[in-house]
């Protein structure tokens, strides 16, 4: 039997400590990663492809649930075990989708049965627990077998092209496998939407400026920070520009 | 500390309101029995007010510098001192205006005096009734209080940081689980009078070391207690919950941590405490928050009536709370 690779996650070095004595009790795993948040983890994740990572759920920067979310993109996917001293909602949704957890403080015959049924069955899907989550921190963008994490904080805007959207930061692009309705729908409140395709990050427009010709084709520009590229407006949401 | 319990606080503002009020009802009351149609009702009533406003303020001045002295008297005894001053108060008053003015139909003496005890039997008599119905809400407050406190998060968390230390560090796992049995002695414990704010403090500090355990060096407390004022009275976990709000909200979030300032002054007879920690806007716990705070003010106006205020305000992402209640001495 191949020793078991784990990654811990927690906020708190005791509690950290703490799972790394327990784990030391137990024969044939090997922590591999330590890691102070969510963001962390999954950067560690992708550093060294953990077998198992033990993920606490409320940590600064990224939790625990986003931090699994993003982790499920990387090839092979990892096992989850969610830690948590006490989470009402969440324990709710573990228990109807069978999703392993361990209640702090942990026991040691508890995180042995855990780690044997983590090397007896493949990883269940986590997909049951997007609603638990409230925005998430960061996009996750599937690259070469890994996976690359995006602050939300730096992306200028999101268009729509065909199946992917196109993510635009001030250094890169990158494409995303989900719908633009759906990023509007989680991060309505940071972006507006300028034209069908599109939706802009409202700290990132600079202004706006009309182009065209004398006639009636004139159209609104609006002005980005950062990139050099202008976003057309369309009729339909001029409306938006007024208010800003 | 006072042990005639029953006797309201006749120098608290909201009690003094409540006897204006009451006292202008009866008045009101009276008129309406002696009136014969409306239109003798304002008449009547500005003719009754000239007796009763200066007897009113007159009496509640007489009571407000009696009130040290009939709060170490049992409450029978604080009652037949009251219905005295007030039969005394009401004759001279009387006689006073009989004489001087031409009110004799609304000065009748014997009117005046038994008006007056009716109206301080009928204020004595609700301000009992309303005692009674008051304490068994500071049971319930305080038991509601404590649901909201123990915090399951933190207490889970910390035998769990408990738990790591056993092994490696043992002297500091003794010291983390006396801190912890002291808090919580205090937190299941009979929370019904004012404590000294000192041990108030300590408590505090326990808890806090409790958390830096967990924390280490993310998290840092500035006690500005310089002008801490001496043998201060507060309600009892008043500090506490607020301290650990700002641990909760203000401090986890941050994956660098934060510092949180406690400042401790007092003016005059005003006792001020305010606790301020860094605040992201983007995290989502807000309930909990809301839940102590709501608790705190319930405590306080049970113990100070509308003399003690509790805000909130955001700005420069500083969350403060601040707490203004009359300095108390032991």
């Given at each position: 039997m191949s020793s078991l690779t784990i990654l811990i996650a927690d906020d708190e070095a005791p509690a950290r400590n703490r799972l790394k004595d327990l784990l030391s009790d137990i024969t044939n795993v090997s922590v591999i990663a330590e890691a102070k948040n969510g963001k962390e983890a999954v950067d560690l994740a992708i550093q060294h492809k953990p077998d198992l990572m033990l993920l606490d759920i409320r940590m600064p920067l990224m939790d625990g649930l986003e931090a699994a979310e993003h982790a499920q993109k990387l090839i092979p996917k990892p096992h989850i075990i969610f830690t948590t001293a006490f989470d009402t909602y969440a324990i709710k949704a573990f228990d109807l989708n069978a999703i392993d957890y361990l209640l702090k403080p942990i026991r040691l015959e508890r995180l042995q049965a855990?780690?044997?049924?983590?090397?007896?069955?493949?990883?269940?899907?986590?997909?049951?627990?997007?609603?638990?989550?409230?925005?998430?921190?960061?996009?996750?963008?599937?690259?070469?077998?890994?996976?690359?994490?995006?602050?939300?904080?730096?992306?200028?805007?999101?268009?729509?092209?065909?199946?992917?959207?196109?993510?635009?930061?001030?250094?890169?692009?990158?494409?995303?496998?989900?719908?633009?309705?759906?990023?509007?729908?989680?991060?309505?409140?940071?972006?507006?939407?300028?034209?069908?395709?599109?939706?802009?990050?409202?700290?990132?427009?600079?202004?706006?400026?009309?182009?065209?010709?004398?006639?009636?084709?004139?159209?609104?520009?609006?002005?980005?920070?950062?990139?050099?590229?202008?976003?057309?407006?369309?009729?339909?949401?001029?409306h938006l520009i007024r208010k800003a | 500390m006072s042990k005639n319990k029953q006797l309201p606080n006749l120098q608290n503002l909201g009690i003094l309101l409540r006897i204006l009020v009451g006292v202008n009802l009866f008045g009101i009351i009276a008129t309406i029995l002696v009136s014969k149609q409306l239109s003798e009702f304002l008449p009547i009533f500005t003719m009754l007010s000239t007796v009763i406003q200066p007897l009113l303020l007159f009496s509640i001045l007489v009571l407000y510098l009696l009130y040290p002295l009939l709060k170490k008297l049992r409450y029978w005894q604080s009652v037949a001192i009251i219905v005295g001053v007030e039969i005394i108060i009401a004759t001279t008053i009387s006689l006073l205006f009989s004489q001087s003015l031409l009110l004799e139909y609304a000065t009748a003496p014997y009117r005046v005096i038994l008006l007056t005890l009716s109206a301080t039997a009928a204020m004595l008599y609700y301000f009992d009734l309303r005692q009674r119905a008051y304490s068994p809400a500071i049971t319930e407050a305080r038991l509601q209080a404590l649901q909201a406190r123990i915090r399951p998060h933190f207490l889970f968390n910390s035998i769990n940081a408990v738990l790591s230390l056993i092994r490696s560090q043992p002297k500091r796992a003794e010291t983390a689980l006396e801190d912890m049995a002291e808090l919580f002695r205090v937190l299941m414990g009979e929370n019904r009078d004012l404590v000294p704010l000192e041990q108030e403090i300590t408590l505090c500090k326990q808890y806090l070391n409790i958390e830096s355990l967990r924390m280490e060096d993310r998290l840092r407390v500035d006690w500005r207690v310089d002008e801490l004022p001496n043998h201060a009275l507060v309600p009892p976990l008043i500090l506490q919950p607020l301290v650990e709000n700002a641990v909760y909200h203000g401090i986890e979030p941050i994956a660098e941590g934060g510092q949180i300032v406690v400042t401790i002054t007092h003016k005059a007879n005003e006792l001020l405490i305010k606790i301020s920690n860094p605040y992201q806007a983007n995290n989502s716990h807000h309930m909990g928050n809301k839940m102590a705070l709501k608790n705190i003010k319930e405590r306080l106006a049970l113990h100070f009536d509308l003399e003690a205020s509790i805000r909130h305000q955001t700005n420069n992402g500083h969350y403060t709370v601040t707490i203004r209640m009359p300095y108390e001495k032991s």
């Open positions: 855990a780690i044997e049924k983590v090397r007896a069955i493949a990883p269940p899907s986590l997909a049951a627990l997007k609603p638990l989550q409230k925005t998430r921190s960061h996009l996750s963008i599937h690259e070469r077998g890994s996976i690359v994490l995006i602050p939300i904080d730096e992306i200028i805007y999101c268009r729509a092209e065909l199946k992917y959207v196109t993510i635009r930061t001030k250094e890169k692009e990158y494409l995303l496998e989900e719908s633009l309705t759906h990023l509007e729908a989680e991060f309505g409140e940071r972006f507006i939407r300028l034209h069908r395709n599109c939706l802009v990050a409202q700290y990132a427009i600079s202004g706006y400026e009309k182009r065209g010709d004398e006639t009636d084709n004139q159209q609104w520009h609006a002005m980005l920070k950062g990139v050099p590229e202008t976003i057309t407006v369309s009729r339909r949401q001029q | -």
